[in-house]
T-cell receptor, first 114, second 112 residues
Framework: AQTVTQSQPEMSVQEAETVTLSCTYD???????LFWYKQPPSRQMILVIR??????QNATENRFSVNFQKAAKSFSLKISDSQLGDAAMYFC???????????FGKGTKLSVKP | EPEVTQTPSHQVTQMGQEVILRCVPI?????FYWYRQILGQKVEFLVS????????KSEIFDDQFSVERPDGSNFTLKIRSTKLEDSAMYFC??????????FGPGTRLTVT
């Protein structure tokens, strides 16, 4: 069965600095998708970024980028120029071809210090 | 921009009562999902729905739960006899052609 592991329960970053959130996963499939979701205190799940496993190029969305290492089954999220509004829970999620639903990690709580 | 909507935003019910949580997925999406998040824990899959039937379900989705698409827009989750441990945030999601799952704002269910 596929699993997603986020080893950092909490992280902290200074405003305007860069922070990297870690995620590893386990799968025997070759074709799948990986996502990072942001959950602010409102508890809404907001899609931050996605990565297709067949693409070697790392996805970027403005200040958010990923480091996707397929062989290592690693999918980290880098947030550049951190802003106060980035403070939230961040969930890494896996979606595979044979697995019709998202599998989530336990999340990392990010605090941003002014 | 199209979005998934859910009602109510907060539901308080007594143990043993039936509740129906409602969702309107994005109109051209074909797969719909219900997830649950107990406070402070990770998001867990409940059930997926495609072509008017359940596609997959988790161990959590027992006989107390049911889903329905009563018309062309609504997608509902029914809990027949609520238990205290059903207290959680319930998210509806629908999936587009690029496999991105778009989540609704959630319904906070409190069972007393």
């Amino acid at each position: 069965a596929q699993t997603v592991t986020q080893s950092q329960p909490e992280m902290s970053v200074q405003e305007a600095e860069t922070v990297t959130l870690s995620c590893t996963y386990d799968t025997s499939e070759s074709d799948y998708y990986l996502f990072w979701y942001k959950q602010p205190p409102s508890r809404q799940m907001i899609l931050v970024i996605r990565q297709e496993a067949y693409k070697q190029q790392n996805a970027t969305e403005n200040r958010f980028s990923v480091n996707f290492q397929k062989a290592a089954k690693s999918f980290s999220l880098k947030i550049s120029d951190s802003q106060l509004g980035d403070a939230a829970m961040y969930f890494c999620a896996y979606f595979g071809g044979s697995q019709g639903n998202l599998i989530f990690g336990k999340g990392t709580k990010l605090s941003v210090k002014p | 921009e199209p979005e998934v909507t859910q009602t109510p935003s907060h539901q308080v019910t007594q143990m043993g009562q039936e509740v129906i949580l409602r969702c309107v997925p994005i109109s051209n999406h074909l797969y719909f999902y219900w997830y649950r998040q107990i406070l402070g824990q990770k998001v867990e899959f409940l059930v997926s729905f495609y072509n008017n039937e359940i596609s997959e379900k988790s161990e959590i989705f027992d006989d107390q739960f049911s889903v329905e698409r009563p018309d062309g827009s609504n997608f509902t989750l029914k809990i027949r006899s609520t238990k205290l441990e059903d207290s959680a945030m319930y998210f509806c999601a629908s999936i587009g052609s690029t496999y991105e799952q778009y989540f609704g704002p959630g319904t906070r269910l409190t069972v007393t």
